[in-house]
């Protein structure tokens, strides 16, 4: 798995003239290397990888990175990689333009005398962009995980207990079945602060005939899972139904369009048309969706801008949502992978309104 994901970037790296690359993002670094650690460094070049780390992470390295030559530094970690750039003849050095700093972007000009260094212009992540089995199998995980959580906190959501309270009773049962942390924190959005579409759970009690929406995730052996489901506690009042339904029919008429072929900005405006003509346009104001994976917002971008083109491997959300400043809002939110004719929804839990 190492081996191919190495091979189709050093492709990349010979089809854009740079001899080497200089990683250290947590998420390019540990894709490209299976180490599940932090704070170290990988380089790449045509024919040979190398891991650069301290005396912190050299037994954990040795242990989990197969394809690498582990190597500790022991005082400077440029003058490591100086090494190695001379060693090899390394005329070209690609970095992260999105990720390194300007501080250590100063840095490698100044100890990397003779060498140009360039952007990778994303190359890793535009790699990552398709999934493999494996990574599919474990974000499926994660979303298990997920709708086992869901399906618990049914039964602990109830009028009286704050918001806070749900997020962290979450947080814990995922933790029980597996997960290693959250996605992200944990929005749990009741009554009128279900308007905010990234409403971090407060110390707001939740009241009778509150929306309540939760919108969580886990992640399970480095990879993330995302979900949305809006509950009312009590009975649901006609325009709370109203406005639930026409949500979840844009959700629904997104996941049948929703396969190869298809634009992202295609996609989005399958759901974004049918809030629009149910006269709520101006309160879905965010993109129906984005890529999941090691991080919890990669490309593809689902939305009006979103230039990407659907194809097999791609995890993404569909996620419409109404929000009324003042009154409230709904959202539901799928994770799903694209197929070779489709996509097959990852998130399992019920979509009809809940009444609790």
């Known amino acids: 798995m190492i081996a191919k994901r190495l091979?189709?970037?050093?492709?990349?790296?010979?089809?854009s003239s740079i001899d080497a690359a200089l990683i250290s993002n947590d998420y390019n670094r540990n894709y490209l290397s299976g180490f599940t650690g932090d704070e170290s460094y990988i380089l790449i070049t045509d024919s040979k990888a190398y891991f650069i780390t301290?005396?912190?992470f050299t037994q954990q390295a040795r242990e989990e990175v197969k394809d690498y030559e582990v190597l500790e530094y022991k005082h400077s970690v440029e003058s490591c990689i100086k090494d190695i750039l001379i060693k090899n003849n390394i005329a070209i050095l690609g970095i992260e333009e999105g990720y390194v700093t300007l501080k250590k972007y100063e840095g490698y000009r100044e100890n990397f005398t003779n060498v140009e260094i360039v952007k990778l212009e994303s190359l890793i992540e535009n790699l990552r962009i398709i999934k493999d089995e494996s990574e599919i199998e474990l974000i499926s995980k994660a979303a298990n995980i997920a709708d086992k959580a869901f399906e618990y906190i049914l039964s602990f959501i109830k009028e009286g207990i704050s918001e806070l309270d749900v997020a962290i009773e979450l947080e814990l049962y995922m933790k029980k079945l597996g997960a290693s942390s959250l996605s992200f924190p944990t929005i749990v959005a009741s009554g009128e602060r279900s308007s905010l579409p990234h409403g971090v759970a407060t110390d707001k009690l939740i009241r009778n005939g509150d929306f309540v929406t939760l919108d969580f995730g886990c992640v399970y052996k480095g990879y993330c899972s995302d979900m949305t489901r809006t509950v009312v506690v009590g009975k649901a009042t006609e325009e709370q139904k109203k406005i639930y339904n026409l949500v979840l029919k844009a959700n629904e008429e997104a996941l049948k369009c929703a396969k190869p072929g298809v634009k992202c900005s295609e996609l989005d405006?399958?759901?974004?048309?049918?809030?629009?003509?149910?006269?709520?346009?101006?309160?879905?104001?965010?993109?129906?969706?984005?890529?999941?994976?090691?991080?919890?917002?990669?490309?593809?971008?689902?939305?009006?801008?979103?230039t990407h083109t659907l194809e097999p491997g791609m995890v993404i959300t569909d996620?419409?949502?109404?929000?009324?400043?003042?009154?409230?809002?709904?959202?539901?939110?799928?994770?799903l992978v694209i197929t070779q004719d489709g996509c097959r929804v990852l998130s399992k839990s019920p979509k009809s309104l809940i009444e609790l």
């Open 269 to 306: 405006k399958v759901a974004r048309d049918i809030i629009i003509k149910g006269g709520y346009g101006e309160k879905f104001g965010h993109g129906l969706g984005h890529g999941v994976g090691r991080e919890i917002h990669e490309s593809p971008r689902v939305s009006p801008k979103g």
């Open 319 to 335: 996620e419409p949502g109404i929000y009324i400043e003042g009154t409230g809002g709904v959202r539901i939110e799928d994770l």
């Open 7 to 15: 091979e189709n970037f050093r492709k990349k790296l010979i089809e």
């Open 54 to 56: 301290d005396s912190r």
